[in-house]
């Protein structure tokens, strides 16, 4: 089993991506940091307990993160958030209230100390902005080395962004921040916008949840139907939703899902094209390259074994 943390702006896909972290026998899910993006921080820990108490996981510690981007003092959830994740971030499905609260230890601190204790054996999956990890190596840089495996959802390779032509969203929160964690020497594999939007879930998948009648099936129904709904309005996709977050967990695991192109890459943060994710040529010549990012996906392979999983999960 490997030790993984999750950074989630919860926030629809992210929901998806707690619960196959939870289904997945290979992952041990030592803790939840929680993030702003899809919703505010506080509503993305909030939503992350109710989560873990639907799957009746009440042991998961959910760690508050930072509030805002690295360079401003401010966050306001935008409409188009709201449109697609639901004013509460789950798709306007009301989760009775968790009978616990956020731990009191800050996240980044929580994200430094599982550095040290688990180091090569701990993954990070950030599936919003990077401002939680790049706070945590400014405080320590020591451990950008140390964490085994950063697998995040964010950024665009290949084709354009989906907040501008440019920039994916979880990028565009903090430019900034994610540029100087893909200069430090942090491990990274980046799931980008290339292949989590050709990730299809559709109602055909969530009519089986909603069979197995249980709360927890009706419940994630319910949830990402809100989803599958927005992509259809909002002509973003007319057959499904992507399954961008839960798609890094599952290369965390199975690095077959995907293949790569190893290069450095940074992220332009000033002029038209901020929050670009792009090749470094600073290092082009360096022998060391942290960065390896997906450019396809088996998605096929991938449904199959996220149904499995998820299905076996709700059924409980
Ligand atoms: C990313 O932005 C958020 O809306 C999603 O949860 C995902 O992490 C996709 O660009
Ligand atoms: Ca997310």
Known sequence: QKKMILDLDTGIDDALA????????????????????????????KNSLKLLEL????????FL????????????VM????????????????????????????????????A???????????????????????????????????????GALTVPGNVT?????????DAEAADRVFRSPAKMTMIGLDVTLRTLLTKNETNQWRQLDTKAGKAFADIVDFYIDAYYNLDIDKN?????????VGVAINPAF????????KVTHDGADYGRTIGDTDRLHDKRINMQAAVGVDDVAYLAYFMQLLTDLFKK
Do not use: W
């Open 165 to 173: 032509p440019f920039t994916e969203a979880n990028i565009n929160q």
């Open 240 to 248: 499904g939703c992507a399954l961008h977050d839960p798609l890094a």
């Open 55 to 62: 799957l009746g996981q009440t042991d998961v510690p959910v």
């Open 116 to 154: 040290h204790k688990y180091q090569d054996d701990l993954i990070l999956i950030p599936t919003g902005p990077m401002t939680n990890l790049d706070a945590a190596i400014a405080k320590d840089p020591s451990i950008a080395e140390l964490i085994g495996n950063i697998t995040f959802m964010g």
């Open 18 to 45: 707690l619960a196959y972290a939870i289904a997945d026998p290979a992952v041990d899910l030592i803790g939840i940091i929680s993030s702003y993006g899809n919703t505010l921080v506080e509503t993305a820990g």
């Open 79 to 114: 409409e188009i958030s709201q449109l697609i994740h639901g004013k509460n971030g789950i798709g306007e499905v009301e989760l009775p209230t968790a009978n616990r609260a956020l731990e009191t230890q800050s996240g980044v601190d929580f994200l430094i100390e599982a």
């Open 258 to 265: 995907v293949t790569t192109l190893a290069l450095n890459m």
């Open 65 to 76: 993160g930072e509030s805002h981007s690295s360079t401003t003092d401010h966050f306001d």
